[in-house]
């Protein structure tokens, strides 16, 4: 009778980002053409290009690319997913990095270590009243980071009042409820994954 040998399979770095981003995020494809990196607004402040944070996760450096602040200081505009001719799905790739990099404890060490506070309050808002409110989240960022630079923020805080591009108090949408079930739902969807 002849016995099976049986192979232990070890996941990569780069298995465990994709299990981490939603759906097929055809990181597998990337051919590291650079296209995400010339179209990203916010390239020139990244530590590392989108393009090198995937050869570094394909090379499996973990750390290296969870102390990144590559995936903080992504807007999120998905230019680079427009434009990439893999269709590889950046910024979702871009969300599990920092999803990874909070879980692993790690995000205070990047080159970004306020932008987990920041984006935590940036969803406070939008899960309290369906959008961001700048002012809140501009102060409350600066009283607890800068309180200093707090002040110096004054002058445009006031600019922009006076044209009515700021507003002193947030602003509930309509259908707010709707907006927080959905949430909930997607919250619960992510504890069941």
């Not at 692993?104 to 932008?115: Q, V």
Request: net charge positive.
């Amino acid at each position: 009778m002849a016995t099976s040998a049986t192979t232990t399979h070890s996941e990569t770095f780069f298995d465990e980002v994709v299990a981490a981003t939603p759906g097929n995020p055809h990181l597998d494809l990337c051919l590291q053409c650079g296209t995400c990196s010339g179209s990203c607004p916010s390239g020139a402040d990244m530590d590392h290009t989108p393009r090198a944070i995937f050869a570094l996760i394909a090379a499996g450096m973990k750390d290296t690319v969870l102390r990144s602040n590559t995936p903080w200081y992504c807007v999120s505009c998905y230019y680079c997913m427009v434009r990439c001719p893999q269709e590889i799905h950046i910024t979702d790739l871009m969300y599990a990095l920092k999803r990874m990099s909070i879980q692993e404890g790690l995000y205070h060490k990047t080159g970004a270590p306020e932008a987990s506070d920041f984006a935590g309050t940036f969803i406070e808002y939008v899960e309290s009243y369906g959008r961001s409110f700048e002012l809140g989240l501009a102060t409350r960022h600066h009283l607890l980071h800068h309180p200093v630079d707090a002040v110096k923020m004054v002058p445009l805080g006031w600019g922009m009042w006076r044209r009515k591009r700021l507003d002193l108090t947030p602003k509930r949408i309509k259908g707010i409820g709707q907006l927080q079930a959905i949430l909930a739902k997607a919250k619960e969807l992510r504890g069941a994954a």
